[in-house]
C-alpha cells in the first residue's frame, strides 16, 4: 500500500501502476481510486496515478474537518507530484476532482499537461447540489452490498437506465465497505458537516477558474442527464474554449464511468494533444 506524507502530517493512500505519460485521476467528493477501474485498462501507454483524498477510504481522516476543502486538497496533489518527483501531469478528475483540476490552473498550472473535466464545471447547478446534501454522510440502506447495490439502483436508475444489477452491486462494493456492523461509508462522515456549511454561503464564480486552463488540452465529458453540469453550462464553456474536447455521454447522470466510447473519445483526444 502506498502512501506520503502531506505537510501537514497526514498519511494519504495513492496507486501508481503502469508507464509512460503520468494520468492523475482524482475522484469525486465521496469517491475513491476504485472508480478508475474501468478507465485504466484503456489508458495505454499512459503511467496511471490515482490518489484518495484526506478523509476518505485508505487516506487519513482529517482531525480539523475544516481542512477537507478544494484548495488543501489542491495543495495536496502538488506535494503527490513533488514526492513522486513529476513536474508535470494530465489531470482526470472527476467532480471534486474536476474542481481540484481547475483550481491548480490558479495556483500550479506549470503541473498541468492536460485537464479532462468528467461532469463538472465553473458552474454546479442547485439541484444537482442539493441531491449531494441529501445524501452525503447517510449511511447505505441495506445488509449487504446487493441490497446497497438495489438501493442505488432506486436512487440512480432514473439517470442510468440499462445498468445491470450486477453493476449495481459492483459499485456498491466501490463506494462503501463492509464492517462488523454491516455495511458502512468509506470516507470521514464529518465531510458532511463541511459541504452542507459551505452550501449556505454564496455559489463562488468558478468562471475564472475556468479561464485560467487557457493553453492546456481541455477535455470535457457530460453526462445526458447530469443534474450537476447542465448541457448550456457545457456550450457556455465550448465557446469560451473552441479547441476543447468535449462530449455528452447518453444513458448516464453524474457520473459517467469512463469506460463508454465518448468518455474515451475525449480522454484519447485530449492525451494526443499533449505536448510531450
Not at 35 to 42: E, I, Q, T
Not at 112 to 125: F, Q
Not at 218 to 235: F, K, Q, W
Request: aromatic share 6%; charged share 30%.
Amino acid at each position: 500500500m502506498m502512501r506520503f506524507s502531506t505537510s501537514d502530517g497526514l498519511k494519504l493512500y495513492y496507486e501508481d501502476e503502469g508507464s509512460g505519460l503520468p494520468v492523475l485521476c482524482l475522484p469525486g467528493l465521496t469517491r475513491n481510486a476504485r472508480d478508475f477501474d474501468d478507465v485504466a485498462p484503456h489508458l495505454d501507454g499512459c503511467r496511471v496515478i490515482r490518489l484518495v483524498s484526506r478523509g476518505r477510504d485508505r487516506s487519513d481522516f482529517d482531525p480539523d474537518p475544516s481542512n477537507y476543502t478544494v484548495t488543501i486538497e489542491a495543495r495536496d496533489v502538488v506535494e503527490l507530484l513533488d514526492h513522486l518527483q513529476l513536474e508535470r501531469v494530465v489531470v482526470l478528475g472527476t467532480s471534486r476532482g474536476g474542481l481540484i483540476a481547475m483550481t491548480l490552473a490558479a495556483t500550479a498550472k506549470k503541473r498541468l499537461a492536460g485537464v479532462v473535466l468528467n461532469d463538472i464545471g465553473p458552474r454546479i447547478e442547485p439541484d444537482g447540489l442539493q441531491k449531494i446534501i441529501d445524501y452525503i454522510g447517510v449511511p447505505p440502506k441495506g445488509r449487504d452490498f446487493t441490497e446497497v447495490g438495489a438501493a442505488l439502483n432506486a436512487a440512480m436508475g432514473d439517470d442510468f437506465p440499462g445498468i445491470s444489477d450486477l453493476r449495481w452491486t459492483m459499485l456498491a462494493e466501490r463506494w462503501f465497505e463492509e464492517t462488523r456492523d454491516g455495511i458502512a461509508l468509506k470516507y470521514d462522515p464529518k465531510l458532511a458537516e463541511v459541504v452542507k456549511e459551505g452550501s449556505s454561503a454564496p455559489a463562488p464564480d468558478l468562471w475564472p477558474l475556468f479561464d485560467m486552463l487557457e493553453g492546456i488540452p481541455l477535455g470535457v465529458i457530460r453526462g445526458e442527464n447530469s443534474n450537476l453540469l447542465s448541457a448550456s453550462i457545457l456550450e457556455e464553456m465550448q465557446l469560451r474554449r473552441p479547441d476543447m474536447a468535449s462530449a455528452t455521454v447518453p444513458d448516464r447522470g453524474h457520473v459517467p464511468f469512463l469506460d463508454e466510447d465518448e468518455s474515451l473519445g475525449v480522454i484519447k483526444k485530449v492525451i494526443e494533444m499533449v505536448d510531450r
